[in-house]
C-alpha cells in the first residue's frame, strides 16, 4: 500500500507538488497523469527516497520513507524515467547485483534472476553484454531488475518507452500479475490508451495538485460528457487551468525583476532546477 499524506514540494519559489495527499491499496494498479511539468516525476522521486519533500510524508506498507528510508526501500521496485543500466555487466550479472543491494540471499536471488530472464524474454542473452541490447530489451532489463527481489509496491515511470507491441503486451500482462499477487503498482504514463487499458483508478495531477481521482466511469461524471480518457484528461487539466489552480508557483508580479534598462544587459537566465515534471 502507498500513503501519501500533505506531500509537498518546492524548489525555491517553485511549487512543484502541493500538500498531495492520496492514498493506494494492495491489488490495485492506480494511474498517475498530467501534462508535462504537472510533479509527477517530483512525486515519484520523493515516495522512492530519492528527494526529500519540502514537507509532508509517504509511507509504503506502512513504513514512513523519511523517517525509515532503507526499510522503506526494501520494499520498493522502481522503474524510473530515465534509467541507468552497468552496461559491462550480462544480464544474469546485473540482476545478481541488484539482488545483492537488496540482501535477497544467493540462491534464491540466482532462481530469481533466472526466473526474471525468461520472464522478460531474454534469457537467450543472459550472458551477453548489457551494452549490446537494443534499448526494448535493455527496458525490459530495467524491469526485470526492478521485480527481481519481489517488491510490495513496484512503481513505474513511463514503462512503455522504446517498447515494441509484443514487449508492451508482455509488461502489461507482469503488471496485471504482480496486482494479482497483492501487490501496489503505481504507473505514470502519458500512454492513456495504457492507463485506461490497465488501470483500476487513475488520478490526475495539475500544477502540483491533485484535481481528479477515480475509476473511469467516476471520471467520466466529472468531464462533461468525455467517454474516453484522452477526453476527460483534456477536459480536468483545462478545467484546472482555468481556477485557481492555475496560479500555484507563479511568481507574483511585485516579486518579479524590474526589466532591465536600454543600456543595461538582461539579467542572467537562472539554470533549470532537476525535477519539475
Given at each position: 500500500m502507498i500513503r501519501l499524506e500533505k506531500l509537498h514540494k518546492r524548489y525555491g519559489r517553485f511549487t512543484?507538488?502541493?500538500?498531495?495527499?492520496?492514498?493506494?491499496?494492495?491489488?490495485?494498479?492506480?494511474?498517475?497523469?498530467?501534462?508535462?511539468?504537472?510533479?509527477?516525476?517530483?512525486?515519484?522521486?520523493?515516495?522512492?527516497?530519492?528527494?526529500?519533500?519540502?514537507?509532508?510524508?509517504?509511507?509504503?506498507?506502512?513504513?514512513?520513507?523519511?523517517?525509515?528510508?532503507?526499510?522503506?526501500k526494501k520494499l520498493l521496485g522502481l522503474i524510473p524515467d530515465r534509467p541507468y543500466l552497468y552496461e559491462k555487466l550480462t544480464g544474469r550479472e546485473y540482476l545478481r547485483f541488484i539482488c545483492g543491494i537488496y540482501g535477497v540471499a544467493s540462491a534464491h536471488g540466482e532462481a530469481?534472476?533466472?526466473?526474471?530472464?525468461?520472464?522478460?524474454?531474454?534469457?537467450?542473452?543472459?550472458?551477453?553484454?548489457?551494452?549490446?541490447?537494443?534499448?526494448?530489451?535493455?527496458?525490459?532489463?530495467?524491469?526485470?531488475?526492478?521485480?527481481?527481489?519481489?517488491?510490495?509496491?513496484?512503481?513505474?515511470?513511463?514503462?512503455?518507452?522504446?517498447?515494441?507491441?509484443?514487449?508492451?503486451?508482455?509488461?502489461?500482462?507482469?503488471?496485471?500479475?504482480?496486482?494479482?499477487?497483492?501487490?501496489?503498482?503505481?504507473?505514470?504514463?502519458?500512454?492513456?490508451?495504457?492507463?485506461?487499458e490497465l488501470c483500476d483508478r487513475i488520478g490526475i495531477l495539475s500544477r502540483g495538485k491533485l484535481?481528479?481521482?477515480?475509476?473511469?466511469?467516476?471520471?467520466?461524471?466529472?468531464?462533461?460528457g468525455s467517454k474516453d480518457l484522452e477526453g476527460i484528461f483534456l477536459a480536468l487539466t483545462a478545467e484546472a487551468q482555468q481556477d485557481d489552480l492555475a496560479v500555484v508557483g507563479a511568481i507574483p508580479d511585485d516579486a518579479k525583476p524590474a526589466a532591465p534598462k536600454a543600456d543595461e544587459p538582461p539579467p542572467p537566465i537562472p539554470v533549470e532546477r532537476e525535477g519539475l515534471e
Open positions: 512543484a507538488v502541493e500538500s498531495l495527499d492520496l492514498e493506494v491499496k494492495d491489488g490495485e494498479i492506480f494511474g498517475f497523469l498530467g501534462p508535462n511539468g504537472a510533479g509527477k516525476t517530483s512525486t515519484i522521486r520523493m515516495m522512492a527516497g530519492l528527494i526529500k519533500p519540502t514537507s509532508g510524508d509517504a509511507w509504503l506498507n506502512g513504513i514512513s520513507i523519511s523517517k525509515n528510508p532503507i526499510e522503506a530469481a534472476a533466472k526466473e526474471m530472464l525468461r520472464m522478460f524474454g531474454l534469457a537467450n542473452w543472459a550472458d551477453e553484454l548489457v551494452e549490446g541490447y537494443s534499448h526494448g530489451m535493455k527496458q525490459r532489463l530495467i524491469m526485470a531488475g526492478a521485480l527481481v527481489h519481489d517488491p510490495k509496491v513496484l512503481v513505474v515511470d513511463e514503462p512503455m518507452v522504446g517498447l515494441d507491441p509484443r514487449g508492451a503486451r508482455l509488461v502489461k500482462e507482469i503488471f496485471r500479475g504482480v496486482a494479482r499477487n497483492d501487490r501496489t503498482v503505481f504507473l505514470s504514463t502519458h500512454s492513456l490508451d495504457v492507463a485506461e484535481v481528479a481521482i477515480g475509476t473511469m466511469d467516476e471520471l467520466r461524471g466529472r468531464s462533461k
